[in-house]
Nanobody, 119 residues
Framework: QVQLVESGGGLVQAGGSLRLSCAASRSIFSINAMAWYRQAPGKQRELVATITSGGRTNYADSVKDRFTISIDNTKNTLYLRMNSLKPEDTAVYYC?????????????WGQGTQVTVSS
């Protein structure tokens, strides 16, 4: 198992930046992939960005060239750097971790952190 704790959300004006953090309770080396999701009011949760244990990243089209996902293995922390924020980026952002053990796959979630972008 792994516990995930997000932080770094807040209120920012359009065009501004934020960095979200997700602290994991175990070594990130033992996690196969991590990701950021978001959920806006009245909408389904959507994938924002992913990063594998090998460092491969992938982004939703809506955030490409604005957001950067990264990992600090020394701090067991996942980050999401968000630049050029838009009002449509307003959502609760969730950290996700996937651990594969043999034939078993388990997904874990943080509690979420609110990001609000004002116009």
């Amino acid at each position: 198992q792994v516990q995930l704790v997000e932080s770094g959300g807040g209120l920012v004006q359009a065009g501004g930046s934020l960095r979200l953090s997700c602290a994991a309770s175990r070594s990130i080396f033992s996690i196969n992939a991590m990701a950021w999701y978001r959920q806006a009011p009245g909408k389904q949760r959507e994938l924002v960005a992913t990063i594998t244990s090998g460092g491969r990243t992938n982004y939703a089209d809506s955030v490409k060239d604005r957001f950067t996902i990264s990992i600090d293995n020394t701090k067991n922390t996942l980050y999401l750097r968000m630049n050029s924020l838009k009002p449509e980026d307003t959502a609760v952002y969730y950290c996700n971790a996937v651990i594969v053990a043999g034939a078993d796959l388990a997904a874990y979630w943080g509690q979420g952190t609110q990001v609000t972008v004002s116009s």
